[in-house]
T-cell receptor, first 113, second 112 residues
Framework: QKEVEQDPGPLSVPEGAIVSLNCTYSNSAFQYFMWYRQYSRKGPELLMYTYSSGNKEDGRFTAQVDKSSKYISLFIRDSQPSDSATYLCAMVISNFGNEKLTFGTGTRLTIIP | NAGVTQTPKFQVLKTGQSMTLQCAQDMNHNSMYWYRQDPGMGLRLIYYSASEGTTDKGEVPNGYNVSRLNKREFSLRLESAAPSQTSVYFC???????????FGQGTRLTVV
C-alpha cells in the first residue's frame, strides 16, 4: 500500500463549478501538507501549504486537512479553464532536520469552457 | 529571475550510454533535489543535497550519481543508461527543506 493515495482521474467539470480533489495517507507522522499544480510538460509549482488540521484559504483555493481521518482536500471555487492541470498532493515528515517528502500520483483535471 | 534551470530539456540515449543532467538555481537556496516522474508512480526522490558539499540517497538512487558542484549547481549522472531509466527528471531547490520546493521544467529522457 502506498503511503499517499490519490485518485488519478481524469476529472472533467464545467467552468464555474466547484472542484474537490482528495488524498488519503497512511502514515500519521506526516506533518506538512501541500498541493502542487503541474501544467502539461512543466514542473510542479506549489499552490498551498499547511501543517495543521482545518481549512486554509487562498483566493479561489481552499486546502483542508483532517488528521484524524488522514485525509486532505483541495477545493477550487469558480473553476476556470486555466485551472486545467494535474494536481499533486504532497506530504512531509520532518524529524530533527531530516525531511521526507512523499507525493501522490496526481489527479488530472480538465475545466470545460 | 530564472529560478531552477535544467538542461537538456530532451534527450535520447542508447542502452549503456552515459550522460549528465545539469541543474542550476539562482535563488540562493541551500537544498537541492533530483526527482523522477513516471506514470502512475508520482514523483520519486533520487538524490538530494541539504547543503553545499553534502549529498544523500533518496527513494530510488540505484543507477545514478550526483555532484553538488557549488551552491547553485546540482548534477545527476547516469553512468550506464537502462530502458528503466526512461522518465521525466525534475530538479528542485528549497531554502528550508522540502515544504517550499521550487521545481525546474524537467528533462524528458528516453533510453532505447
Amino acid at each position: 500500500q502506498k503511503e499517499v493515495e490519490q485518485d488519478p482521474g481524469p476529472l472533467s467539470v464545467p467552468e464555474g463549478a466547484i472542484v474537490s480533489l482528495n488524498c488519503t495517507y497512511s502514515n500519521s507522522a506526516f506533518q506538512y501538507f501541500m498541493w502542487y499544480r503541474q501544467y502539461s510538460r512543466k514542473g510542479p509549482e506549489l499552490l498551498m501549504y499547511t501543517y495543521s488540521s482545518g481549512n486554509k484559504e487562498d483566493g479561489r483555493f481552499t486546502a483542508q486537512v483532517d488528521k484524524s481521518s488522514k485525509y486532505i482536500s483541495l477545493f477550487i471555487r469558480d473553476s476556470q479553464p486555466s485551472d486545467s492541470a494535474t494536481y499533486l498532493c504532497a506530504m512531509v515528515i520532518s524529524n530533527f532536520g531530516n525531511e521526507k517528502l512523499t507525493f501522490g500520483t496526481g489527479t488530472r483535471l480538465t475545466i470545460i469552457p | 529571475n530564472a529560478g531552477v534551470t535544467q538542461t537538456p530539456k530532451f534527450q535520447v540515449l542508447k542502452t549503456g550510454q552515459s550522460m549528465t543532467l545539469q541543474c542550476a538555481q539562482d535563488m540562493n537556496h541551500n537544498s537541492m533535489y533530483w526527482y523522477r516522474q513516471d506514470p502512475g508512480m508520482g514523483l520519486r526522490l533520487i538524490y538530494y543535497s541539504a547543503s553545499e558539499g553534502t549529498t544523500d540517497k533518496g527513494e530510488v538512487p540505484n543507477g545514478y550519481n550526483v555532484s553538488r558542484l557549488n551552491k547553485r549547481e546540482f548534477s545527476l549522472r547516469l553512468e550506464s543508461a537502462a530502458p528503466s531509466q526512461t522518465s521525466v527528471y525534475f530538479c528542485a531547490s528549497s531554502i528550508r527543506g522540502l515544504t517550499e520546493a521550487f521545481f525546474g521544467q524537467g528533462t524528458r529522457l528516453t533510453v532505447v
